[in-house]
Structures are given as C-alpha cells and as structure tokens.
C-alpha cells in the first residue's frame, strides 16, 4: 500500500466527500440554470454551500466558484485590474498560477515590482510594503508558502499595504491554507482570497474566489452569466456542495492534526539528527502539514525515487513547477546551489498513520545515507 | 421515480464512468505535475485518453482539456484572434458562451456579424458565407442547435468559408453533437471545436477544445504550465479519463439510439396528433435527442411544471439563457409571440424507457389540452 506525504501536491477525496460527489453524478445530476423544480432545489444546495462555506471561513463577501486554485487566481488578478497603468506587486515565493499571471501583465504596460522572500519562504515584509505606493493597482502574496510551508502575518502585510494606498486591491493565494490552518477571511481583511478543493480531500476541478464585500471582479469567461456574471460555465454542483463539507470536516480536525502533524516533524527530525549538512527549510510559524527539507549534495529527485522503492511518496518542490529544472523557490529562499537541488518536501494528511511516518522517517535517514555514501564512493 | 427528458441540459453519469471517476478520487488521485512514478503514470493516463477522444472524434491535432462548454468556447475565441482589427462571424443561434464571448469583442473594436438562422434553427448558409470577407478573422457556427437540435452542415459552411478567406479561423461548437451524432473532425474540417463532458453521461466540470494541427491558440489562464502552457490548473485526471469512456461508450451506442429516439419522437408526433397549433421545431435533419415543440397559446414553463407534477422533467430553450425572459433563439428562428412563449425541449438519453416516453407522451398530450381549456375558460 502506498504510504502518500505528498498532500500539497493532491490529496485523496474524503469517503463522506465523495458520496456527496456521487450523489450529484447520479440522483441529483440536475442543471442548476433549468427551469424545473428539482433544479431550483439544485441551485438552492450552490447557495447553501456558498453560505456555509463563507461562514467557514469568515467572511463577508462574494464567493465565485471556478474550476480550482489556477482559475481563481487568475479571475481575481485579470478581473481587479481596470486603471491602464500603474505597478503591481509581487512577492518571488509566489506560486506560478499568481506569479505568471502577474508577470504576464507587463506585457500589457504594468510595472510589475517583485519583492523579497526570507530564508523560510516566508515574505519579507519591510521590503514588500516598500514596493506599495500611490500606484499600486494590486499586491498580490500568499498566506502558507507552497514549498516551504511558511505561514505569512496576512493581517499584518494588508493592513501595512491598506495604509499606504488605501485603493490597492489586496490579493491573497490561499491554497495552502484553507483546510489546512485556521483561516478567517474578515480578520486577515483581504480582498481578493483563493483556495483549490483538491488540496483538502476534496475532488480536482473546483475552487473558489473570495471577493470582499465593495471589491469588483470582472468576468474572465462570459457565458450563460452564472455565479452572478462573474463566472459562467454550467456550475460543478456537486463539487461545489461537496467542498462545502471537506472544509467543514478539514476545520474540525485543524487543531488535532496541528498536535499530530508537529509530532510527525519531531519523528522525522529525530531520525534524521545523525545527518550533517542539512536543512529544514521552515521551523517557526509553518505550517502544521508542511516539512521541507534541503539535503546538501543530494539529489531530491534521486531522493524521491528511492523512497518510491519502498512505496513512499513525497514531493519536490511545487508539483505545478516541478517540470521545470530548477525551483524559483529555492533561489528565491537563496538556497545555495549544493542545496537547492536537494530539496523534498514531505506533507502530511489526516491519512497519514504514526506507523507510516515512523517507517518514512527510517527510510529517509536510511536513504540519505545511502545515498551520500554511494556519492563518496565515486 | 423521475422521468428525465432534459439530456441537452445535463445528463445522469453512467455507472461505469462513475467508476473510473472514483479510481481517481480515492486510489490513483495523484498530481500528475508532480515529479513521482505514480504521478507520471497519471500523466500517461491523460495522453492515452487524449489520444483514445482523438480517435473516436477522427481529429488531427490536439486536444486541450479545460473545466468544460463554456471555457472551451471561451479558450478558442479569445485564444485564437490576435490581429488587432477585423470581423467576427457568428449565427443569431449560438449558445451564449459563444455569442456573449463573439459581442464582447465589439469593445475591443472587432466589427461583429451575425447571421440569420432558418426556422428549424440552422445555419442560413447563404446569408453566413455572404458575411465572410478578406478581414474575417474568426467564423463561428454551431454543429448541432441546443434549442431545436437543427444539424448544420459544418463541413459545407467550413469549406465555404475556407473558399473566400482561408485564413479565417473556423469555430464551431460541438457541445451538443459529441456523444450525440456521429463526429468525424477531419471530415468536418473546423479549426476549433468544442465540447463538455456533462452532456453525455460524464461529471460536470470538464470539457475539451479540440485545435486543429497548424491552428495557433493563446493561452487564457496562465500558471504551471498543463496542457503544453494552453491551460493551466491540476488536471481533473479522472474527468478526462472518464471522458474518454464516456464517449467510447455513448458512440458505440450512436445508431441504435438514432433508431430508438427518432422511434420515441413518433410515439410523442402521434400522443399529439389531435392537438392544433402547434410546431415542431425542427424535423429534417435534426438530432435524434432532441425534440423542440411550440405550442401556440402556452406557456412553456407552465407546461413544463405541469408535468413535473408526474415527476416528469422537460427543459425550456437552453438551460443557459433559460433565466432570461424570452429565448434569443425562439426570436431567431421567427417564431410569433403567440408561440415564442410556449416552447418545451424534450431530449432523450439512454437511460429513457419506452414507458417512460409513452408517458411522457400521454401527460403531455393531456397538460397542453388541460392548459388550453383552463384558458378559454378565462
């Protein structure tokens, strides 16, 4: 059986989320846009969800269903921009949905203003409010680094870009964060907030897009007008109500698996405390489910597929830019070059059992050993 | 138990789609970005399913997996213009993700021609190639009406079109003909056609954009890179294998159905016989799914709650613009007031049983008369 610590890349669909699913597939496949009684009901569970969901989170807005994290991302950076001109700010730790889609508008006239990151992936906050000013149109971070795990003050850095330049349009990518820490969208006072459900037990295609009460967010898709014009495309109903119970569930166990994850951290660090010339890339304020871990000469791919041996996953960097060689995170966390290619990042889920962390921890250490004993003897 | 006749809306997801859906919820739910050998295998899923709806649609080119109808259509327009000025082409018929998509360009500064439809819902061939030009960048037609289930003759309007201006890019939508009529891309020869797994017994929340070898698409959301930098966001594994099934499974069933549906439009043609005033859509060359009747006199959304009553669902137009007060196509095809009001779309699936046509066929006889005598007794 497979033992999965891969939970930032995907998780697997929760047994009492996918009977919502398949409820929706099979018995209550309606189109919620029909004229039909049943689809009125239909459409009524989306709202209810909606509802739910705000209420799960905390806040006092719109929320726009998409097809997932990329689509929201996309949506609420494309739809805020309306002045022609102006400079948009970005932190180097971004995920590539957020940082593409930004970079992407310089081709359109944007001044677009990337801002440090600290060594824990965390961002660097002096040198981002530096970077505000009266011509911010948007200033885009994210609360939990998808590489490193680090959780970022969100209240903080938006009340500084708030006071600078009150009319900036604050962004925030949280993926990695709903489902897995606390997440209360009025307190964090952001403007724009995005999550995926598959990152939370829940089914591949569908996220959302917060959009605070008084934001405007023009349609990226145009269509039958659905979710209020702002995104059109026959709803994924099931997904929707389904997302609305997996953030229900993931809420309920935050703070048991915040205690169980950090014990699986200490297990991991204390199987590895023999090993030299490592680095756990985030210690303080990281989140719970997130381990990153940089081995100097090593190879995290070589790593990988070692584990892989003993049927245990783990991840590299990001999954959405493992493609490419080398991880604009690591240099961003200024990782030096022995390092960076030694990168794995382990995360955990509610799935994960104390037996299979105590056996990755083993097979890691023994792994990395292995490994650099096999590079001594070249 | 409900008696389903709104299959153009959205359909009930055939139990062994379901199945494949669920493998990949719940055992092969990996990332198939990220860098593991189980990962990859996901990634080689999606190729082998690519290639399999390749062949089963007869296309040369390639296949671009997006969250469904909507973005597809969206994705192909906006992704395939990129001179600055010109016209668009596009029918008075087309499904709003397509029309609303081809007017929005007009505050851009594209000139946008529409064409007229006959009055079973096709294409006026005449008058849409009368529209092409030297400056057509985009002609944009659908291959099956979703309202009245009028089949145009794509290849002919493509041809055509290629005739006056080969660099015109044809669009054509094809959300109601995959699964649904026999579709060969090569034959058809458009540049950009599209589809959505809902409509044939899949999830919702899926779809594809097919582009013809040679044919250049821009991206319209940006982020990791999937589907070769076209459309990015985690792919729904599941859904595009599912997908692949699920048309596998609905063209195995093309001709019988012709014969079975066509079978069940007679029962309804002969429940009716002694009903006056009223019009069957669309008869020639019309999809054996769909039967669009207007009954003078009626209310369609009286009658269609009427039957629900007998747990009977019928559809209006389209469920997409079914929130708008009157349908853009009943207009389009030049029905007068008296009958405009009073359309019901029946649309078959398999899961239909003769039983469950006869039925239909005898409440809705009895509803249109019931209707029609509770008005003259006004």
């Known amino acids: 059986m497979i033992q999965y610590f891969d939970n930032c890349a995907t998780t697997q669909v929760d047994p009492e989320v996918l009977q919502i699913l398949n409820k929706y597939h099979t018995e209550t496949f309606f189109n919620p846009s029909a004229r039909s009684t049943f689809s009125l009901k239909i459409a009524n569970d989306i709202s209810v969800a909606r509802e739910k969901l ?9 929320l726009v269903f998409t097809s997932g994290g990329t689509e929201s991302d996309n949506l609420g950076i494309l739809g805020c921009i309306r002045k022609k001109s102006g400079n948009i700010v970005v932190t180097a730790s971004e995920h590539s949905a957020v940082f593409n889609t ?10 677009i203003r990337q801002t440090k990151v600290n060594s824990d992936g965390s961002i660097d906050i002096d040198d981002f409010v530096a970077h505000v000013d009266n011509d911010t149109l948007l200033a885009c971070f994210m609360h939990v680094n998808n590489e490193t795990g680090a959780i970022n003050d969100i209240k903080r850095i938006n009340t500084l870009v708030k006071n600078i330049n009150p009319n900036t349009v604050t962004f925030c990518d949280g993926v990695q964060a709903v489902g897995k820490i606390p997440v209360n969208l009025n307190y964090l006072g952001v403007d724009l907030y995005t999550f995926s459900s598959h990152k939370f037990h829940c089914t591949k295609g569908a996220g959302a897009l917060y959009i605070k009460k008084g934001v405007r967010v023009n349609p990226q898709v145009l269509g039958g007008g659905q ?11 099931g997904a929707i109500v389904a997302m609305a119970k997996a953030v229900e569930i993931a809420n309920s166990l935050l703070s048991d698996n915040g205690y169980i994850f950090n014990n699986y951290k200490n297990i991991i660090r204390n199987a590895l ?5 490592f680095k756990e890339n985030c210690v303080e304020n990281c989140s719970p489910s997130i381990m990153s871990l940089a081995f100097a000469d090593i190879k995290g791919e070589v790593l990988l597929h070692m584990l892989e041996q003993y049927d245990i996953v783990v991840g590299t960097g990001s999954a959405c830019s493992s493609k490419n060689k080398q991880s604009r995170i690591a240099k961003a966390i200024g990782l030096t070059p022995n390092y960076s290619e030694g990168v794995i990042r382990i995360s955990f889920s509610k799935f994960n059992t104390l037996d299979q962390v105590k056996n990755l921890a083993e097979k890691l250490a023994f792994c990395v050993k292995s490994l650099r004993k096999t590079m001594l003897g070249k």
């Open 227 to 237: 979710e209020k014009g702002i995104r059109s495309g026959t709803e994924y109903v």
């Open 54 to 62: 705000l209420k799960l989170l905390g806040g006092n807005g719109e």
């Open 102 to 111: 930004v970079t992407s508008l310089a081709n359109k006239g944007y001044e």
């Open 273 to 277: 405390a023999d090993i030299p010339n």
